[in-house]
């Protein structure tokens, strides 16, 4: 069975900084999609970066974080990592770890960790 657990959430200042990690287990895959998204109060969930696991590689930032968020990821460890960056109190929000295998069509979320960032 698959499981995505989510650490690092947390409180923050504007202007400041966390850093979020993902640790993948229970399966192996081969072509995926791995990364972040956010649930801000009242809003849609949206993307907040992604790794795509293929020939070749990418990588996907939501407009909204690029140049501030870098993700990575460990693949002998499976873990993903958010280093976030001059948060904004826009980035207050749940944030969800989420994998996308593409081989078999499933995907799996954590249950969310939450980043509040104050004025």
């Known amino acids: 069975q698959v499981h995505l657990v989510e650490t690092g959430g947390g409180l923050a200042q504007s202007g400041g900084s966390l850093i979020l990690t993902c640790a993948i287990s229970?399966?192996?895959?081969?072509?995926?999609?791995m990364g972040w998204y956010r649930r801000a109060p009242g809003k849609k969930r949206e993307l907040v970066a992604t790794?795509?696991?293929?020939?070749?590689?990418?990588?996907y930032y939501g407009d909204s974080v690029e140049g501030r968020f870098i993700i990575s990821t460990d693949n002998a460890k499976n873990v993903i990592t958010l280093q976030m960056g001059n948060l904004q109190p826009e980035d207050t929000a749940v944030y969800y770890c989420?994998?996308?295998?593409?081989?078999?069509?499933?995907?799996?979320w954590g249950k969310g960790t939450v980043v509040g960032v104050s004025e």
């Open positions: 989420h994998l996308d295998d593409r081989e078999y069509g499933t995907e799996y």
């Open positions: 790794v795509f696991r293929g020939s070749p590689d990418k990588i």
């Open positions: 229970g399966g192996k895959f081969t072509v995926y999609e």
